[in-house]
């Protein structure tokens, strides 16, 4: 009996602890929850705009500014007037109608790519197709310590601050004080602090601190990378070796080939190893689509001889001709896949049974022939029916052509100078 009474107790000691289980980890989903949800409330006020913000307004790729939010600040482009307070409380990536809600722009968030093709020129920039290749190619990432000069309008250096991150630390020199107050702002305004921008000529003096002068905290040998964009870079290699630590890297940047070839003898002569020079070339490619007329309308000569009609299409000849040309080719191709059909079709007959008699095969030749001429019929009947009871040529079919294309610039752009690599040993 009493042992019945013990295994009952240890039974609903059981229960209990089960239940406390079950309901601890309701409790732990409720708050996991919770949790998630604060979250995805944080993500979404971290999208929304709010005063001091950057937003790139953006019409198209080859229209756009980028703006810090502020009191009655305001948008204008061709379609009107975006004010400020209107943006505010939108989310990144929203778009927003001007007052006669017949155009729209988007608001961006910057970032690294928006931010080179917004920023002010103060200077020749590097553009992202560089960018990308000198940051990849130094192993700049979060953490590093980088070293750069000059800041000019500070479009690297915003692509070096953002990669590696609050853990690592910029150091850029400009000799020009207004570009170095501008490189401060630029910086700062996307709301970085991981960087110090000095004004300093950096071929006479270098890059580590001088006793009483501006204060930070660059190290000899603490860079993992230094890139040098100001004329005559190969006299500054001796200083980039100074702050360079083992196995650090070293890009110089020159706009001629001259250049080049100093950098990289200095590099050399500084024992700087796996010495290579790229170009890199960025070659955009469009997506394009375009309507053409029917070719009766191409060849009809009232329609080629009136130029009113012409200029309504807003094809030249020439592009007329080549879609004429296109036409013709797809029909005899079309003919000659007929042909070829009737051919396979003859010859699987003919391998299906041997004992096939002439005259039977002769039959079936002049049954494909028919055939064939009847879809021509059948194809000249259409023509006729579309184009009016005039008969035209069978080449001839009215039809709207829409062709989807891509196509890339006659000249390579992108060509803005050539980039030296050296590692530090
Ligand atoms: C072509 S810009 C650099 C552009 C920059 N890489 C960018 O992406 O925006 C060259 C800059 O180097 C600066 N500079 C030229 N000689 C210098 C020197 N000896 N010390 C420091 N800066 C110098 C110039 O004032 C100029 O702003």
Same mark, same amino acid.
């Given at each position: 009996m009493e042992g019945e009474i013990q295994a009952q107790n240890a039974e609903t000691e059981q229960q209990v602890k089960n239940q406390n289980e079950q309901s601890q980890q309701s409790a732990n989903q409720v708050a996991n929850e919770e949790v998630k949800q604060s979250d995805n409330q944080q993500q979404l006020l971290s999208n929304t705009i709010k005063y001091g913000d950057q937003v790139v307004f953006y019409e198209s790729v080859n229209s756009m500014k980028m703006q810090t939010i502020v009191e009655n600040g305001f948008f204008q482009n061709r379609f009107g007037y975006f004010g400020h307070s209107e943006?505010?409380?939108?989310?990144?990536?929203?778009?927003? *109608?001007?007052?006669?809600?017949?155009? *729209?722009?988007y608001l961006l968030r910057p970032d690294p790519v928006l931010i080179t093709d917004t920023l002010s020129h103060l200077t020749q920039i590097l553009y992202q197709a560089d960018i990308s290749y000198v940051i990849s190619k130094m192993n700049i990432q979060p953490g590093s310590i980088v070293v750069e000069s000059g800041t000019g309008s500070a479009s690297l250096s915003s692509s070096i601050a953002r990669t590696i991150q609050d853990e690592g630390h910029l150091y850029t020199f400009e000799f020009n004080e207004a570009r170095a107050k501008n490189g401060a702002e630029v910086l700062a305004a996307q709301g970085l602090k991981n960087f110090d921008v000095i004004w300093r000529d950096v071929l006479s003096n270098g890059f580590m601190p001088i006793p009483g002068e501006r204060v930070y905290n660059l190290k000899e040998h603490s860079a993992d990378a230094v890139f040098l964009d100001l004329p005559?870079?190969?006299?500054?290699?001796t200083h980039a070796k100074q702050v360079l630590k083992k196995g650090g890297r070293l890009c110089c940047f020159s706009p001629c080939i001259e250049q080049v070839m100093k950098n990289c003898e200095e590099m050399r002569i500084q024992k700087f190893v796996q010495i290579v020079t790229i170009e890199v070339i960025?070659?955009?490619?469009?997506?394009? !689509?375009?309507? *053409?007329?029917?070719?009766?309308?191409?060849?009809?000569?009232?329609?080629?001889?009136n130029k009113r009609k012409r200029d309504e299409v807003g094809d030249n000849a020439q592009e007329q001709e080549n879609i004429q040309e296109d036409q013709q080719q797809q029909i005899a191709a079309e003919d000659e896949n007929e042909n070829n059909d009737e051919e396979n079709?003859?010859?699987?007959?003919?391998?299906?049974? !041997?004992?096939?008699?002439?005259?039977?095969a002769d039959q079936a030749n002049k049954k494909g022939k028919q055939n064939k001429n009847n879809k021509k019929d059948k194809r000249n009947k259409q023509q006729n029916n579309q184009n009016g009871s005039k008969p035209i040529p069978q080449f001839i079919r009215p039809q709207i052509t829409?062709?989807?294309?891509?196509?890339g610039p006659k000249e390579i752009k992108g060509h803005t100078g050539y980039l030296s690599f050296g590692i530090c040993i």
């Open positions: 943006v505010v409380g939108k989310q990144f990536g929203q778009k927003i *109608f001007n007052l006669k809600k017949n155009a *729209f722009i005559r870079p190969y006299e500054a290699i960025q070659r955009p490619f469009e997506r394009r !689509e375009r309507t *053409f007329q029917s070719a009766f309308q191409v060849l009809n000569p009232n329609f080629i001889n079709n003859q010859d699987d007959e003919q391998g299906e049974d !041997e004992e096939e008699s002439q005259e039977e829409k062709v989807v294309y891509s196509s």
